[in-house]
């Protein structure tokens, strides 16, 4: 066992590690759903009049007995945790009376203890440079058909299922694509063309002044497209035609931000200025948007609120680039909304324009927790209670969203596809390994590094960094979106260029900071 695979050990089994645990001044308990556990958790079970203490028997996976007893039905699994080895748990408490007599069973969990971090010399080394691999996903999506087909036709290819969700879709290509143009200048002319085209096309499916949504380009689309096509593969698409999910129109907006920068072209700022208009007038006291919205109405169609840093980045970029006070009014206003919601709750909400709007706790995911970690990290780096946060932040995000051992297996007779791991989880509603939700945590674990100089964090940052150089096809450059297959390369139908893009993106800064510290 290596340093900081040690170090790590020592973390886990730790008194009191469960990020934001619940019961603490009145805190909700966030893991109500959750199934699967790195720190020490603990669960609410309530309290009856008569009973005085708790035991609690946790049988491992070999059926081996860990006991103690507390006097709350609320109590840290701390006492045994060291001794409970990787795998399925069944845990019972059963409430005593005063003479430590049975009176009832208090409640059940059944849960999968994850192995801890072993160190990043227990995997295999990086198969490339970190900048290498961004330039190969780069290259990959400059050369993929859908891609090219902007370029050869200005409209999206019509059996393309992804296409579906342009805000989503289409955007970020625009974005790679100014990014790609850097890093080859041989293709630079082309990558911009290409770019242009894309961002033409959304601003011609854009809703127009007058409408109800007017210059929110749409979340779901099927224009130009085969619907039945790619309604095999993008079912979520088809049912939610003419709804516009709140958190994708800043998306587009970042993008055209990015190719205004590029190319000077006006109307491109112009559009994304219109965007930002939008969220001036309708932004909620709290701080927010409701998320889904009627597109023939304008009307919401939902109480969840958007929980997204886009709009922090994008408001911020605003500021930076106009100088009005305006934006950095609204970023600050979604900021605290972040802040003062999910930071006292952690009702970190899954919101996806595939997955359907959730309840308190059902679907938790870690990306705004990340982004929240980032933004600590540039912006309040001298803050303590924040830098706490952060710590905390991401000790929730290791806890349920990352894999260093094998993927839990709650029927161990059943067969199932490899799972490859290490990696990051994306969501209670897709708990699976992804390369974008590997690549997000990584950053945010080099950004604690960068917060706090404790190498723990960065050892873990570039342990899932060689992982996704290991994943990637290095001789087509693409990064399989889920990684699971015996090659972890499923072909196009679960393939999602959007994450493809994102990898490159956290790659690129991934080698610019080691470049930068000398890190290896």
């Known amino acids: 066992m290596d340093q ?4 790590a050990l020592l973390e886990y089994n730790g008194e009191e590690t469960m990020a934001h645990p619940g019961g603490v001044g009145g805190r909700p308990y966030w893991n109500l759903s959750s199934s699967q556990f790195m720190f020490a958790p603990k669960f609410y079970f309530p309290k009856l009049p008569k009973e005085r203490k708790f035991r609690y028997t946790a049988k491992d996976k070999n059926g081996a007995l860990h006991t103690f007893v507390s006097e709350s039905p609320e109590a840290s699994l701390a006492p045994v945790w060291g001794e409970i080895p990787e795998g399925l748990v069944y845990l019972t408490v059963e409430a005593l009376d005063r003479e430590d007599n049975v009176l009832h069973l208090a409640g059940v969990r059944t849960f999968y203890k994850c192995a801890p971090f072993p160190g990043r010399t227990a995997y295999p080394p990086k198969a490339c440079t970190y900048r290498e691999c961004a330039l190969m996903a780069l290259r990959y999506v400059y050369r993929d058909h859908a891609v090219q087909y902007w370029l050869e ?3 999206p290819q019509p059996d393309y299922a992804h296409n579906a969700y342009p805000s989503k879709t289409i955007a970020s290509i625009v974005r790679a694509m100014i990014a790609y143009a850097k890093l080859e200048p041989a293709n630079a002319e082309n990558a911009i063309k290409l770019a242009r085209r894309a961002a033409d096309y959304l601003l011609s499916i854009t809703p127009a002044e007058g409408e109800p949504l007017a210059f929110l380009p749409p979340t779901y689309s099927f224009e130009g497209l085969d619907a039945e096509a790619v309604g095999k593969v993008a079912p979520a698409a088809e049912g939610c035609l003419g709804t516009t999910m709140m958190i994708y ?11 205004y920068e590029a190319t000077g072209d006006k109307k491109y700022w112009e559009a994304a200025l219109r965007i930002a208009e939008y969220y001036k007038k309708t932004i909620l006291p709290c701080g927010s948007w409701y998320l889904l919205f009627d597109g023939k109405t304008g009307k919401p169609l939902t109480n969840n609120i958007c929980i997204e840093f886009r709009f922090v980045e994008f408001f911020h970029k605003l500021h930076d680039m106009t100088g009005d006070k305006v934006w950095q009014e609204l970023e600050l206003a979604h900021f605290n909304y972040i802040k003062e919601t ?8 899954g919101q996806f324009e595939d997955v359907k709007v959730s309840g308190n706790y059902r679907n938790l995911t870690h990306f705004a927790a990340n982004k929240m970690i980032g933004y600590i990290a540039n912006h309040m780096s001298d803050n303590r ?15 349920q969203f990352v894999l ?4 839990p297996r709650w029927d161990p007779n059943a067969k199932m596809e490899p799972h490859h791991t290490p990696a990051g989880l994306e969501q209670y509603f897709c708990y699976v390994p992804i390369d974008s939700s590997t690549t997000t945590i990584l950053t945010a674990f080099t950004n604690m590094y960068r917060l706090t100089g404790e190498r723990l964090y960065l050892e873990k940052a570039l342990t899932l960094a060689d992982t996704v150089t ?17 090659n972890c390369a499923e072909g196009k139908r679960n393939y999602w260029i959007n994450c493809q893009i ?3 993106f956290s790659m690129r800064d991934m080698a610019e900071f080691t470049e930068a510290e000398g890190i290896e």
């Not at 129109?249 to 990015?258: C, E, H, Y």
């Not at 209670?385 to 806890?399: K, P, Q, S």
């Open 4 to 7: 900081y695979a040690a170090q």
């Open 153 to 155: 036709h200005g409209v």
């Open 249 to 259: 129109p800043v998306s587009a907006a970042g993008a055209f931000v990015d190719l």
């Open 342 to 349: 999910c930071l006292k709750t952690y009702k970190w909400e």
């Open 385 to 399: 209670e924040m830098v706490a946060e952060a710590v905390d932040l991401m000790r929730y995000v290791e806890d």
């Open 404 to 407: 260093w051992g094998e993927f």
């Open 470 to 486: 290991r994943r990637m096809d290095l001789e087509t450059g693409q990064s399989p979106t889920f990684w699971v297959g015996e």
């Open 502 to 504: 994102h990898v490159a």
